[in-house]
């Protein structure tokens, strides 16, 4: 039901813009966020955005990063600026639905330095 893309290979300090798309209405979700899974180490949450548009940061991407709804094109979009190496990973985008998590499949993103 998600969709992620958009991912790719970038410099340091350039721009990314990924983006979720939903097979169905993207407001059916309470909450989408974006996960990174650096090699090696866990999922953790990136950026989240509630059916309200209330947004929520990781303190590694706060002033960097945007993330945004479109209700229109039922999208949710990571736009990532000044991008670090250690931004590094796959990115996922997950969906909250009453008890339930929907995942997208992943996309890479590679800053190289």
């Known amino acids: 039901q998600l969709q992620a893309s958009g991912g790719g290979l970038v410099q340091a300090g350039g721009s990314l813009r990924l983006s979720c798309a939903a097979s169905?209405?993207?407001?059916?979700?309470?909450?989408i966020a974006w996960y990174r899974q650096a090699p090696g180490k866990k999922r953790d949450v990136v950026a989240s955005?509630?059916?309200?548009?209330?947004?929520n940061y990781a303190d590694s991407v706060k002033g960097r990063f945007t993330i945004s709804r479109d209700n229109v094109k039922n999208t949710v979009s990571l736009q990532m600026d000044s991008l670090k190496p250690e931004d590094t990973g796959v990115y996922f985008c997950?969906?909250?639905?009453?008890?339930?998590?929907?995942w997208g499949q992943g996309t890479q993103v590679t800053v190289s330095s």
């Open positions: 997950n969906g909250k639905f009453l008890l339930s998590d929907y």
């Open positions: 169905g209405s993207i407001r059916n979700f309470h909450v």
């Open positions: 955005i509630t059916s309200g548009d209330s947004t």
